[in-house]
């Protein structure tokens, strides 16, 4: 549990700070926590039902977007700003498209 919500205060503070910083990129950052929202909404629900339906232990769903883009992308955004709006795109459709994929596998696994 903390470290789900140390993770998302941090990129939170990280999306912040980066916004404050480079206003022209604010639309996009706020569809970045959009999908990361959405995602982690995804994950945790997911969870819930396969509990639910029997799984014994939290099911974990494995999806494009699995830590390792943060530790990628978000230092990129910090430390490259030319590169910052394509980055920050990169990292909208890399969460909504994990999201989705997640969906579906439930829909999938659990009827």
Known sequence: MLDITFDRIVELSVIIG???KYPQVQF???L????????MTVFLTVGALSE???VKSFYYQAGLAERTEGF???PIMMLFPAWLLITTKIFVFVEIFTAIQRMWE???KLG
């Open 72 to 74: 990628i992308l978000f």
């Open 28 to 30: 996009w950052l706020l």
């Open 18 to 20: 980066v916004a404050a």
């Open 32 to 39: 970045l926590t959009a999908g990361i929202v959405f995602s």
């Open 52 to 54: 639910k339906k029997g």
């Open 106 to 108: 439930a829909k999938r």
